[in-house]
């Protein structure tokens, strides 16, 4: 079955760096659009960054001009890189994928989202 496994969450001071990783593996056929969403503590999770299956971008504007998504359709990986970090980026960071994959004779199209990983930034 598909999966996706985030990497590269950690503990960094205020104005460092950090980049997530999301891996996704299963009988893949097509990933379309690719979001990392996060989530504070007693907060809703909320999308932060988001790249289409040709490479159109947005971002929230909490972090416009400091992350920056990709993705790498060989590897079926997609990228957050973080600089700039503040205390209030501190949350769990989720990946989001749009995935269709083999299912029997066929196909089928499903959300899938990664595990989670955490990032705190100390002030």
């Known amino acids: 079955q598909v999966q996706l496994v985030e990497f590269g969450g950690g503990l960094v001071q205020s104005g460092g760096s950090l980049r997530l990783s999301c891996a996704a593996s299963?009988?893949?056929?097509?990933?379309?659009?690719l979001e990392w969403y996060r989530q504070a503590p007693g907060t809703e999770r909320e999308p932060v960054a988001g790249?289409?299956?040709?490479?159109?971008?947005n971002y929230r504007d909490f972090v416009k001009g400091r992350f920056t998504i990709s993705r790498d359709d060989a590897k079926n990986t997609m990228y957050l890189q973080m600089n700039s970090l503040k205390p209030e980026d501190t949350a769990v960071y989720y990946c989001?994928?749009?995935?269709?994959?083999?299912?029997?004779?066929?196909?089928?199209?499903?959300?899938?989202w990664g595990q989670g990983t955490q990032v705190t930034v100390s002030s």
């Open positions: 299963g009988p893949i056929r097509s990933i379309y659009t």
């Open positions: 790249i289409s299956r040709i490479g159109t971008t």
């Open positions: 989001k994928a749009d995935i269709r994959y083999d299912l029997g004779l066929g196909s089928t199209r499903e959300d899938y």
